[in-house]
Nanobody, 121 residues
Framework: QVQLVESGGGLVQAGGSLRLSCAASGRIFRLNAMGWYRQAPGKQRELVADISSGGSTNYADSVKGRFTISRDNAKNMVYLQMNSLKPEDTAVYYC???????????????WGQGTQVTVSS
């Protein structure tokens, strides 16, 4: 199986910064795209940013210019640097990875347990 463990969430004032980290471990044959999603109370889960194995990135319009996603393929980790945080960024942030556990299997999506980010005004 594959485990994704997030860290780095917390409480920060508006305008502040946080850096989220996510470590993927377990039975990993190939690690494809990785990303961050978030879910605020009463809202659907939404994509924040993702990054391909080759480093191509994609951002939600609401975070462009403020958040930066990166990854370390040697360590199976993905990061989200969040700057100029706003109260509307408050949500549970989830790490996502598309993983192949064996050369015979297809790619499957895995999710972390989530980490709370709270931005106070």
């Amino acid at each position: 199986q594959v485990q994704l463990v997030e860290s780095g969430g917390g409480l920060v004032q508006a305008g502040g910064s946080l850096r989220l980290s996510c470590a993927a471990s377990g039975r990993i044959f190939r690690l494809n795209a990785m990303g961050w999603y978030r879910q605020a109370p009463g809202k659907q889960r939404e994509l924040v940013a993702d990054i391909s194995s080759g480093g191509s990135t994609n951002y939600a319009d609401s975070v462009k210019g403020r958040f930066t996603i990166s990854r370390d393929n040697a360590k199976n980790m993905v990061y989200l640097q969040m700057n100029s945080l706003k109260p509307e960024d408050t949500a549970v942030y989830y790490c996502n990875a598309v993983v192949r556990t064996d050369w015979k299997t297809a790619y499957y999506e895995y999710w972390g347990q989530g980490t709370q980010v709270t931005v106070s005004s």
